[in-house]
């Protein structure tokens, strides 16, 4: 076997004892008093944090593994988190999530109600999601919403992690997206063996890259047939569209699990109405469709649609 390494002298610039101490009351390490409690800002090192001196060589040579990890984590530099701007640029707060909170009868979301779930998020306080307004049609809770208030002793902290903010609510990227989406619905069941031959996949392609600022995908900047619907890596871009780890069995334990899944029968249509109960009959024609909208703020994200898009031809206010 290899020299154990002795553990090194402490000299993180975040104690340890407080970092522990501040979560033991929640009964995990996370963070009660949320991101702004003084127990999460730096501070000097601590020169009488214990050091183990009477473990056995592999507690010393773990206890100095994950010390160098956790220092060479605080190291770094954390990344930037972006907004897009969004919350702070509508009033109505159109444009921000607010599932489960109360909404009117159009949809838009109750502000008060949006600004205590705010105010809850930021404190980071357990007891503060009880308070949380809910829509009385809502069925189904928040999924996990203080997660982000809890540290993982594995692996880089989730926090550590940078995404790109979303594209802003009026954008012309927004509306690519908008129109993305709409094709996948309307191409979901074209065979992916299909995608580069399919006149409905074409068509696709023809209207997406018409935007003034269309989704890329490679090299020559524009979607491919062979592309379109993927992500953005280099990953996302080679080999065929379903991974073949997806036709494979999942071995778990002494069985293995069939990846076969039961889904709709081709040309079955859903969600064809916008809002049920607008009007009576759910259903909205063009113009009920063009007041809704203009109420929610859609015409800005509509008027970045080409007048040859389906979704323009579909939703554009008349």
Do not use: C
Request: charged share 20%; no cysteine.
């Amino acid at each position: 076997m290899g020299q154990v390494p002795k553990p090194a002298k402490a000299d993180s610039a975040v104690s340890r004892r407080a970092l522990i101490h501040a979560g033991a009351s929640a009964g995990f390490i996370t963070a009660a008093v949320g991101w702004s409690g003084a127990a999460f800002q730096p501070v000097a090192a601590n020169a009488a944090d214990p050091t183990p001196v009477d473990g056995s060589p592999r507690q010393l040579a773990a206890f100095q593994i994950r010390q160098d990890a956790a220092q060479a984590y605080l190291n770094e530099t954390p990344p930037m988190h972006m907004s897009n701007g969004d919350e702070g640029r509508y009033v109505d707060k159109r444009a921000s999530f607010s599932k489960t909170l109360p909404h009117n009868d159009a949809g838009e979301v109750d502000v008060d109600a949006f600004e205590t779930f705010v105010k809850v998020l930021t404190s980071g306080e357990a007891s503060g999601f009880e308070t949380v307004p809910r829509d009385r049609t809502a069925e189904v809770a928040l999924n996990d919403p203080q997660a982000t208030y809890a540290f993982d002793l594995a692996g880089l902290d989730s926090a550590a992690t940078a995404l790109d903010p979303a594209p802003a609510f009026s954008s012309a990227l927004m509306a690519s997206e908008m129109a993305e989406i709409y094709w996948l619905s309307l191409t979901r069941d074209v065979p992916f063996r299909e995608y580069e031959r399919d006149p409905l996949i074409l068509a696709a392609l023809s209207d997406i890259n018409a935007f003034s600022e269309p989704l890329k995908s490679g090299a020559e900047g524009k979607l491919a047939a062979a592309a379109i619907f993927r992500g953005e890596t280099a990953g996302d871009l080679l080999g065929p569209y379903l991974s073949q780890f997806l036709w494979l069995d999942i071995p778990y334990g002494i069985k293995s699990i069939e990846q076969r899944y039961i889904v709709p029968a081709r040309g079955r249509v859903f969600s064809l109405t916008m809002l049920s109960g607008l009007p009576a009959n759910g259903e909205l024609n063009r113009a009920q469709a063009s007041v809704l909208m203009q109420r929610r703020g859609l015409s800005a994200v509509l008027a970045n649609l080409p007048s040859t898009s389906i979704a323009t031809s579909a939703f554009k206010p008349i």
